[in-house]
């Protein structure tokens, strides 16, 4: 995530000389990712993430990520995802999100990108952003 993170927006995603597992986990920021399923489950999310979702990381990597914003929400995610997907990241993303309790909260000043191997191929696609926005 964070190689990838660097290579698409040209800055760190998380400190350098870091261990990058632990400055992930442990980031100020919100950091989540999924795969490239036909409904994409996330496979991570660090301890901020889990705090603004309300879930344990045990449920939260057997969710569905699209579950991550109501129904009514969904098509305008759809959409940014398909911009990432273009462009290879955004980093104007603003969008309302619902967490497992069932608590609404605003996502502001979000970045999104395709998570591309050492070889350029798309694992999936994270986000970070600042909680609360």
């Known amino acids: 995530m964070a190689q990838s993170y660097a290579r698409l927006l040209g800055r760190p995603l998380v400190p350098a000389g870091d261990d990058p597992v632990a400055a992930l986990w442990t980031a100020p920021c919100v950091i989540v990712a999924h795969g490239t399923e036909a409904d994409p489950v996330f496979f991570f999310g660090n301890a901020r993430a889990l705090e603004a979702f309300e879930i344990s990381l045990e449920d939260f990597v057997r969710l569905p990520s699209r579950l991550s914003a109501e129904a009514p929400n969904r098509a305008e995610r759809e959409d940014m995802l398909a911009r990432v997907s273009r462009d290879g990241f955004i980093d104007d993303y603003r969008g309302m999100r619902i967490s497992a309790r069932g608590t609404r909260f605003m996502i502001g000043r979000g970045t999104v990108w395709n ?19």
């Open 115 to 133: 998570l591309l191997d050492a070889d350029g191929v798309r694992r999936g696609q994270a986000a970070t952003f600042d909680w609360p926005a």
